[in-house]
């Protein structure tokens, strides 16, 4: 399974809680990989409250970065938070960027490729827009090695109350989420220069209930689900859950992304 009913893009701030800060520490690393020269022009697409758009105006010395989303809420929402003359905020979805060709040199995105449908078709249009030197950079959890660690742990529980939730998993929904799966997916793409590394940062929650809380808020795949289950289904959720981990002391889980650059060097 590729999309979900429950893949619910809305309400900035409940994303933000849910899983933006835990992007963000990552983001901060990955703009530091990625190493782009400063003076260059960034395209971001899938910005959401804007984790990845902030690493780079701190760290990358961008000319101009125009951060995207197919969630106007999303676009809304960061475009409020960030005042930086380098940025501007655009409602697009990734099958179809506002660029010309040839247009930018570093096409960038945080946790969205795997929510995108057509996932080469986006890769395509990422490589239109670059310059022949231009790279697409990006990061996505790594979903089938359990390394986000809360969400990994939120559906296994998830699937002893309801086995329908097995498929909604993001590791069985996202297998190539992993450093082979990437490497070819790029290759598929036309990249041929790929780069992959781990990133890994610690989500530490200081007790249960702040592990449990951001699921209840409705912003992102498990927390959509979550909201559609009975009252009834949702404690004993929370109870398999508070059964795993204890209710009083701290909650700490890995959030291991996969960082790749791709780049295409051989033009024709
Ligand atoms: C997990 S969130 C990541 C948000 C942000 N980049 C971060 O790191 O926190 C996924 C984002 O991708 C956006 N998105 C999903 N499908 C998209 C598409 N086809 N085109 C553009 N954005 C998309 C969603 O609206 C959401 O903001």
């Known amino acids: 399974m590729k999309q979900s009913e429950f893949d619910a893009w809305s309400a900035g701030q409940s994303y933000e809680h849910y899983m933006g800060r835990w992007s963000r520490k990552i983001a901060a690393t990955f703009v530091n990989w990625v190493d782009a020269p400063a003076g260059a022009d960034w395209l971001e697409i899938g910005c959401g409250t804007g984790a990845l758009t902030e690493a780079v105006l701190a760290t990358a010395a961008p000319r101009e970065i125009l951060s995207t989303d197919s969630s106007a809420d999303f676009v809304a929402h960061a475009a409020s938070q960030i005042r930086d003359d380098r940025a501007t905020f655009k409602v697009a979805d990734a099958a179809h960027l506002p660029c010309p060709d040839g247009s930018v040199d570093v096409v960038a995105s945080a946790l969205v490729l795997n929510f ?9 249009e990422m490589h239109r827009v670059l310059r022949p030197d231009g790279c697409v950079v990006f990061y996505v959890w790594d979903y089938p090695g359990g390394g986000m660690g809360f969400i990994d742990a939120f559906w296994k529980a998830a699937a002893e109350i309801d086995p329908s939730a097995a498929d909604l998993d993001e590791a069985e929904r996202f297998p190539f989420c992993q450093k082979d799966g990437l490497a070819e997916l790029c290759r598929d793409a036309g990249a041929d220069e790929v780069e992959i590394s781990a990133i890994e940062v610690d989500s530490r929650f200081p007790d249960f209930e702040a592990f449990w809380h951001p699921f209840t808020l409705g912003a992102g795949p498990a927390p959509g689900f979550l909201k559609s289950m009975s009252e ?23 959030a291991r992304a996969w960082a790749v650059k791709a780049c295409w060097t051989s033009e024709s």
């Open 116 to 124: 995108v449908p057509n996932k080469l078709g986006a890769l395509a």
């Open 232 to 254: 009834e289904r949702q404690q004993q959720l929370k109870d398999n859950l508070a059964s795993r981990f204890g209710s009083g002391g701290p909650v700490l889980l890995p």
